[in-house]
Structure formats: C-alpha cells, structure tokens
C-alpha cells in the first residue's frame, strides 16, 4: 500500500473511500457532523495561491461529502501549520489515547465528534506520507 501526500486529491480520495465505509456501518439518520481542515505553509503541489491545503467533510445520518476546499460553516475547524501537523498526522492512535480524548469531550473541553472518526484518522495515518 503506497504512502499518499497528507491533504493531496489522493489522500483526501483515500478519506472519502474510508469515510464512506464507516458512515454507512456507524451513520445514524437524524445525526450529523462536519469538519474542515486548514493547513498553512503547504507544499506547493496542493496549496491554494495563499500557500494553504484545505480539505472537508460533512456527514448526514448514512451519508457522507467529502471534498477539498473550505466550507461556509463547519463543526469543527482546525487551521495549523501544516509541517507541524504531519507528525499528528502520521500518528496512529492508540486506544488510551481515544480514551482521552472521550474524557475530554465529556468534560466539556473539545467538541463531541462521532467515535468512529478515530478510525478514520488511524486509517489515513498508515498512508500518509
């Protein structure tokens, strides 16, 4: 399995394959979340004309859109520097780790995503370059 280029239409066609898996098992209709990821000083083979890489997704019950760009209003917005998010993004999580990050939510200190997203990250960890 070859390694993909972190945000690259590869990748984010990686995402949406792996996406689509796990909506369609975990969705539930009348449940949504959407996330959009922006990463700044990008490699100029996928950055936009201001040096960013963006990519989204948004889950409807069953369903699932996944595409690269910014959308209006999402969930969950992160923006970082992308060199410093690539080690984060390589890192596959481990199941204390999950643990965690539920603590967190439940206390009120992250945004409630749907848990079958940790999933998804450790799917795209193992391909990304």
């Not at 699932?64 to 080690?87: C, E, M, N, S």
């Amino acid at each position: 399995m070859s390694k993909l280029m972190f945000v690259s239409p590869e990748w984010i066609d990686e995402a949406r394959r792996a996406l689509e898996d796990l909506v369609a098992e975990h969705g539930e209709d009348g449940t949504g979340f959407s996330m959009c990821e922006q990463f700044t000083d990008a490699p100029s083979e996928i950055a936009d004309e201001m040096g960013r890489a963006t990519w989204h997704f948004i889950i409807d019950g069953t369903k699932v859109t996944v595409d690269a760009g910014k959308i209006a209003r999402a969930d969950q917005f992160i923006r970082a520097d992308y060199q410093q998010t690539l080690p984060l993004a390589r890192m596959v999580y481990t199941e204390e780790m999950i643990a965690e990050a539920r603590e967190r939510e439940e206390a009120g200190d992250a945004p409630v995503i749907p848990g079958y997203l940790s999933e998804l990250h450790n799917r795209l960890a193992v391909r990304t370059a």
